[in-house]
T-cell receptor, first 112, second 115 residues
Framework: EAAVTQSPRSKVAVTGGKVTLSCHQT?????MYWYRQDTGHGLRLIHY???????EKGDIPDGYKASRPSQENFSLILELASLSQTAVYFC???????????FGPGTRLTVL | AQKVTQTQTSISVVEKTTVTMDCVYE???????LFWYKQTASGEIVFLIR??????ENATVGHYSLNFQKPKSSIGLIITATQIEDSAVYFC????????????FGKGTHLHVLP
């Protein structure tokens, strides 16, 4: 069955450290997304990509970089992690512009 | 600018009744797509149902249906015969052609289904 997986599922990082969150999809989808969810809030788009080797900024890209080395893989990079980046991060994929998204299980990131 | 608003932060209903969750959206495009997603207590987010703006018929999937009122920019989610396991947070989302690769989410409505 097609799926979106994320690793790690949970991570504790120190302020100023580098964090890499990984996402892998077997849906054969062109579109991939990184969202951030804070307690009591909806999903906010950080970065997205519609083709390998290309990424686009979402609504809250500051402090984050993204990498799409292949159709299947999409990474989110925090070069200098900060306390305010403590949140749950979701990766998603979709097929086509009007299609629904399939989400990964999420990564709970705590920055201390 | 695109915007999706869910004004109901929390709703409680008794099991086996019908509930409607509201959602209004803003877009300048004449063609767009509307979605509802469910986030369970475990954190899992799953797609439920979609409505394409050019379709006049309301979408229905299982015990989920939509009340699409285009003149009011409104897309309500109706759950009939609610079950305890319907307790979750429900998100409304929109994608339009101006920003075809982006999906904008509302802040969600927490549904509590009581026995």
């Amino acid at each position: 069955e097609a799926a979106v997986t994320q690793s790690p599922r949970s991570k504790v990082a120190v302020t100023g450290g580098k964090v890499t969150l990984s996402c892998h999809q077997t849906n054969n989808h062109d579109y991939m997304y990184w969202y951030r969810q804070d307690t009591g809030h909806g999903l906010r788009l950080i970065h997205y990509s519609y083709v390998a080797d290309s990424t686009e900024k979402g609504d809250i890209p500051d402090g984050y970089k993204a990498s799409r080395p292949s159709q299947e893989n999409f990474s989110l990079i925090l070069e200098l992690a900060s306390l305010s980046q403590t949140a749950v991060y979701f990766c998603a994929s979709s097929d086509g512009q009007g299609a629904e998204q399939f989400f990964g299980p999420g990564t709970r990131l705590t920055v201390l | 600018a695109q915007k999706v608003t869910q004004t109901q932060t929390s709703i409680s209903v008794v099991e086996k009744t019908t509930v409607t969750m509201d959602c209004v959206y803003e877009t300048r495009d004449s063609s767009y797509f509307l979605f509802w997603y469910k986030q369970t207590a475990s954190g899992e987010i799953v797609f439920l149902i979609r409505q394409d703006s050019y379709k006049k018929e309301n979408a229905t999937v299982g015990h989920y249906s939509l009340n699409f009122q285009k003149p009011k920019s409104s897309i309500g989610l109706i759950i009939t015969a609610t079950q305890i396991e319907d307790s979750a947070v429900y998100f409304c989302a929109m994608r339009d052609h101006t920003n075809a690769y982006k999906v904008i989410f509302g802040k969600g409505t927490h549904l509590h289904v009581l026995p």
